[in-house]
């Protein structure tokens, strides 16, 4: 949403604003009469509020940039996981990005939960649920040679992917997901909204367990 | 394959969801704080003169200086124009003129301030002269208190400008306090719409 005060200039154009608003409400009172100044009042506050409800529609989102961390020839790749992690493409795709470099690979799996369980913060199972599908990916990443460390994320998988950006400082992220028309997070967006938020390459991978195929997209 | 230790020390870099710096973020929270204590400032007054108040408002014999608190007003508007000032000249690198525009701005609020103290000493009724006198003097008293620490925290930000701090790239002292101070001036336009014009 509009916030009239994130900066000083917009603060200034507020205060300018808030002037303009008054002085024209007082003086449709003062000359013509209360109700003119309350039909002022109220044209004035509805034409704001259509204003602040177009506007944040269009507001980009600032792009957040992770700090970097380890040493120079370190590759930190982080890896956004439900259940496909350890398709050989997706394997491949971690050893190319880290060639010539130490990899250092950390998996998220979100703990996906139902609107209603995460409203009433109750997420144990769901956490539970996405420790052992973590552990999973672990072992199959581990049984082709990268030692990947992994964490259990936030529901939304975007937010997940941002509080690892904090502690972990990746040089790029793989966003794993099931094909089209069976992943909700393509549904969903949530690469294109990634790629909005996260100031680092993110390269997505497309994975279907089923056909033990998978296509790969290049980073943009 | 190996991983390696973290070359990094000291605790992580704090998590930012939201769009805004953590600086500006609190002194967003803290205004947002301040409007619901400015709302319920305007809950008690606008309770005590439509609801419960008198036919005529200000009840008689009581009248209000409206033409000083304009000028007051006056004043008030223009400071926010000189902390403008002030801060679109850090960004062009011109360190003169945004030690200027913040002297001006504490000059203005101080005489913001001043005028209100002498208002009340000849506005001729006080707290105690029921509804009236104490929702006035609320209202303006507590955004007098925001003038007077907005004061101080523009002193400050005007010390550290002639210490030498603050660059085009660097000057978030300055954006703080302005956002502040322009807050307390949409404050005041509210106070004195409602309480001296209306």
């Known amino acids: 949403m509009i916030n009239p005060l994130r900066s000083e200039a917009e603060a200034y154009r507020f205060l300018l604003l808030t002037v303009g608003y008054f002085a024209a409400i007082a003086l449709a009172a003062l000359a013509i009469g209360t109700w003119a100044g309350i039909i002022v009042f109220l044209g004035l506050t509805l034409a704001g509020a259509i204003y602040v409800v177009r506007a944040s529609r269009t507001e980009a989102p600032r792009q957040a940039v992770p700090s970097r961390r380890g040493r120079a020839n370190e590759r930190r790749i982080l890896v956004i996981a439900n259940e496909t992690v350890g398709g050989e493409r997706l394997r491949n795709e971690i050893h190319t990005r880290s060639e010539g470099y130490d990899e250092h690979v950390l998996v998220v799996t979100p703990a996906l939960n139902s609107h209603l369980r995460h409203w009433a913060s109750d997420e144990d199972n769901a956490r539970l649920e996405a420790q052992k599908r973590l552990e999973a990916s672990l072992d199959r990443l581990r049984a082709a040679g990268i030692d990947a460390k992994g964490e259990v994320g936030d529901a939304e998988p975007v937010q997940a992917m941002e509080d690892a950006l904090r502690l972990f400082g990746a040089d790029e992220i793989i966003i794993s997901t099931h094909p089209e028309g069976r992943s909700h997070w393509l549904e969903k967006g949530i690469v294109e909204t990634a790629r909005e938020r996260f100031a680092v390459p993110i390269t997505h991978v497309v994975v279907d367990l089923a056909a033990e195929r998978e296509d790969v997209q290049e980073p943009t | ?198």
Request: glycine letters at 10%; aromatic letters at 14%.
């Open chain 2, 1 to 198: 394959m190996a991983v390696h230790a973290e070359a990094h020390h000291g605790p992580p870099v704090a998590n930012q969801s939201s769009r805004v710096d953590a600086p500006t973020l609190g002194m967003l929270l803290f205004i947002a704080s301040e409007v619901m204590l400015f709302g319920s400032f305007f809950t008690i007054y606008f309770f005590a003169r439509v609801v419960a108040g008198p036919a005529e408002w200000p009840p008689p014999p009581f009248h209000l200086p409206v033409f000083v608190a304009g000028v007051n007003t006056a004043i008030l508007v223009t400071s926010s124009f000189t902390m403008h000032w002030s801060l679109q000249a850090i960004k062009r690198g011109n360190r003169a003129g945004m030690q200027a525009g913040l002297v001006l701005t504490v000059a203005l609020g101080l005489t913001f301030l001043l005028t209100q103290i002498r208002e009340y000493s000849r506005v001729g009724f006080s707290p105690q002269d029921g509804a009236f006198g104490s929702t006035f003097y609320g209202l303006t008293g507590l955004h007098g208190a925001h003038v007077f620490v907005g004061l101080t925290i523009l002193t400050f930000t005007t010390i550290r400008a002639f210490r030498g701090h603050f660059t085009p790239t660097e000057h978030r002292g300055v954006e703080i306090s302005g956002i502040y101070w322009h807050f307390v001036d949409v404050m005041w336009i509210v106070v004195y719409t409602t309480v001296y014009i209306l």
